[in-house]
């Protein structure tokens, strides 16, 4: 267990506007982590043991400070503290069980227990070697995990050193600044004053009232995640970015073309009314905030879009999205900066959410491309997955997709079990798989 008397680094509230939208969310049951997964494979074909992983783990501790915290103070001022010591028998857990999808669903439906003087993330690790890391949002994005799985991996390649259990936490450790303290956030006027007129405005005469989001939020804050995983192969990745580049566009515009087709397809006949979805897309700040790619932060944002119903692909519209997110990099940081405006009641503001109509139909989230570290040495990496939660307030759909060092895609749909209709999930990823060998030809 760890010391007693921890000692406060920073305060997540004063000076983290979206740490403590994330650190909110979860108190309030609304969330519970985000997760980057992946299969370690050993050039003779061993298996990945305790010494080996705590081994890494202890490097990992050591290199980034924020895996050596908890949360205080969730309800009123949160604030990072610095743990004395990290068990990592009580982090750390191996499973016989093969199963990635319920592996990840288990994880999705998991809060962590703030209570505790635990770090707040955590290691499952299945029989096939598949390291799954799951970590509170606060505390990390996803790319956030991504590096993780990168310094694993080096970890591994470097060969053990003394393993224990129990690691202690660097007497001194220093926390990067919140995405706020590095990057210009402050919303425009025009985009304050429209948030305002919003609150007066008749539902009729906003653009939320034509779009079709699946099932309203649930009146509790309890939640079940639903997972389904999909893979494509490298092959196939291979001829699919050629074609996209061919067409101006990206995999992630693309994607995003393919699922509002799809989704258009099955917005329910009965509801004329509907006239468009509504897309978040999320942005990697750490380009304009200076953030480093091995960093372990949460310097991410999102695009908000209203696409129509529409039930085909059209590579133009894919093309068209593709610069659009580009022209975003820089302009999505107001959507943090508006966090501010309920910053001294954000969990009053979620609250007020619930019950009511959900805002938006579905999410993509893109890790990108992992490339391969230490091919043709002692260790690489395969099989990856990223997934969230955000399950009761967020979009019904979440498309997280990440591509491994192999080529493949691998995306993981993630839903919560009031957001959006079983039925119509699988019918989605039927038709997505199907859309997608169409484009292929």
Same mark, same amino acid.
């Given at each position: 267990?760890?010391?007693?008397?921890? $000692?406060?680094?920073?305060?997540?509230?004063?000076? %983290?506007?979206?740490?403590?939208? !994330?650190?909110?969310r979860h108190l309030l049951g609304m969330d519970s982590c985000v997760i980057i997964s992946a299969r370690y494979v050993c050039t003779n074909g061993s298996s990945l043991n305790k010494e080996q992983l705590f081994s890494a783990l202890q490097k990992l501790i050591h290199m980034h400070p924020i895996l050596c915290v908890m949360v205080r103070n969730e309800d009123s001022k949160p604030s990072f503290v610095k743990l004395e010591t990290i068990d990592l028998s009580s982090v750390v857990h191996f499973s016989e069980s093969n199963d990635l999808e319920a592996a990840i669903q288990r994880q999705l439906s998991t809060r962590f227990d703030t209570?505790? #003087?635990?770090?707040?993330w955590r290691v499952e690790v299945l029989n096939d070697n598949t390291v799954i890391l799951a970590? !509170? !949002? &606060?505390i990390g994005d996803g790319l956030s995990g991504v590096a993780f799985h990168r310094f694993l991996l080096l970890a591994l390649?470097? %060969?053990?050193?003394?393993? =224990?259990a129990e690691v202690t936490v660097p007497k001194s450790i220093s926390l990067l600044p919140p995405i706020e303290a590095v990057t210009n956030l402050r919303p425009s006027i025009f985009k304050i004053i429209s948030a305002v007129l919003s609150l007066f405005l008749p539902a009729s005469w906003k653009r939320s009232y034509y779009v079709w989001s699946a099932n309203p939020v649930s009146k509790t804050a309890g939640f079940t995640a639903r997972v389904k995983l999909m893979t494509f192969s490298p092959e196939n990745m291979a001829v699919f970015a050629k074609i996209c580049r061919s067409h101006k566009a990206t995999i992630t515009s693309a994607v995003y073309v393919l699922a509002c087709a799809v989704l258009s397809r099955l917005v329910p006949a009965h509801s004329p009314a509907y006239r468009t979805l509504c897309a978040t897309v999320a942005i990697s700040l750490r380009g304009v905030a200076g953030g480093s790619e091995d960093a372990f932060c949460d310097y991410v944002a999102a695009h908000t879009s209203y696409p129509p119903i529409h039930p085909a692909f059209q590579w133009s519209v894919a093309a068209s999205y593709a610069t659009e997110l580009q022209r975003q990099k820089?302009?999505?940081?107001?959507?943090? %900066?508006?966090?501010?405006?309920?910053?001294?009641?954000? &969990? *009053?503001?979620? $609250? *007020?959410?619930? *019950?009511? $109509?959900r805002n938006a139909t579905f999410e993509i989230s893109n890790a990108g491309r992992v490339a391969g570290i230490s091919a043709g040495r002692h260790w690489t990496?395969?099989?990856?997955? =990223?997934? #969230?939660?955000?399950?009761?307030? *967020?979009?019904?759909? $979440?498309i997280n997709a990440i591509g491994d060092p192999t080529g493949a895609l691998n995306i993981t749909l993630t839903w919560g079990d009031a957001a959006i209709d079983e039925e119509v999930v699988e019918s989605f990823a039927t038709q997505f798989e199907e859309g997608f060998r169409a484009l292929l030809v």
């Open positions: 267990m760890a010391a007693s008397n921890p $000692k406060s680094l920073r305060a997540a509230a004063a000076s %983290g506007l979206l740490e403590s939208w !994330h650190i909110t209570s505790t #003087q635990l770090p707040l970590y !509170h !949002h &606060g390649e470097e %060969g053990n050193t003394a393993s =224990f820089s302009s999505c940081r107001e959507e943090i %900066g508006m966090i501010s405006l309920v910053a001294n009641n954000i &969990g *009053g503001f979620m $609250k *007020g959410m619930l *019950g009511n $109509k990496i395969e099989r990856m997955a =990223f997934a #969230q939660s955000d399950l009761v307030l *967020g979009p019904a759909l $979440k």
